[in-house]
């Protein structure tokens, strides 16, 4: 007979909550999630709509600084404070799964200017908010590349090890200002920008497999993550970085394959 699992709930009421990409995937999950535990949850993303309830949408590319400034500004005009931001919005084209001999600028320029950029623009404004409440939560969303590597992928993974190390950096210097700063690093999670890619993965079974966990992960399930590193429960961690990777970080590159699944 199953044993039964545990559960969490959080109270979010009257937290005012920034996210960036909000339109799909992670983003769109922990928008969800913390406008089901009550918070005001205003959503960044290039996209026109967010078919969410209980999402207010800001039209804006974050790698557009402007941009990032008009809407943390417009969120302080509407709520009054900014509790929490999480640096969510990336892209990972076509045109990046190349060898580095063939990387054009073009790809390389944009990935810097959304996955990167992007991150530093909109935590810049949103710290400036958070120094004058003296509180306040960042979420840098990296990823199991930041860690680990591939050929043909010279672009996503050394960004996304640059956005753990924004986290450390940003934690440090504002560690005595009641503000933390934290990453979360997923493994393979079942979006739309891996479902692009999927082909170029081996295909779903076999990034699948690749998880000792044996699956591709949910959205939920880094958004339950990122709601409790932005809780009081998790209240003395800052510059670190949270692995929700089905355990693929656990397991080395020399070993033993598992079997195919089915």
Excluded at 51 to 79: F, K, N, P, R
Excluded at 128 to 151: E, K
Excluded at 158 to 169: E, G, H, R
Aim: one cysteine or more.
């Amino acid at each position: 007979m199953p044993r039964p699992d545990g559960t969490v709930r959080y109270d979010n009421r009257d937290r005012v909550i920034l996210v960036s990409g909000a339109a799909n995937g992670i983003g769109l999950s922990i928008c969800r999630a913390f406008a089901e535990s009550g918070a005001l949850v205003f959503g960044m993303d290039v996209a026109n709509s967010v078919a969410a309830e209980g999402i207010h949408l800001i039209a804006g590319d974050t790698s557009d600084e402007s941009a990032c400034a008009e809407a943390v500004a417009y969120v302080v005009q509407q709520a009054g404070a900014l509790d929490v931001l999480v640096n969510n919005a990336a892209i990972q084209p076509p045109n990046s799964y190349v060898r580095l001999d063939e990387l054009s600028a073009e790809a390389w320029n944009r990935m810097v200017s959304v996955n990167l950029s992007g991150y530093t623009f909109l935590a810049k404004h949103a710290v400036q908010v958070m120094l004058r409440q003296q509180s306040g939560v960042i979420v840098n969303m990296a990823s199991g590349q930041a860690h680990r590597t591939a050929r043909q992928v010279p672009c996503y993974g050394p960004i996304k090890a640059a956005n753990v190390l924004q986290s450390m950096q940003w934690a440090v210097e504002y560690a005595r200002h009641g503000i933390r700063v934290v990453s979360v690093s997923p493994g393979a999670i079942n979006t739309p920008m891996v479902a692009a890619s999927l082909a170029a993965q081996g295909g779903a079974a076999e990034l699948a497999n690749r998880h000792p966990l044996g699956r591709i992960g949910q959205p939920g399930e880094v958004a339950a993550a990122v709601l409790w590193l932005c809780s009081s429960a998790a209240g003395f961690v800052t510059g670190t970085d949270l692995a929700v990777d089905g355990g693929l970080g656990a397991l080395g590159a020399f070993a033993d394959p598992y079997d195919p699944i089915g």
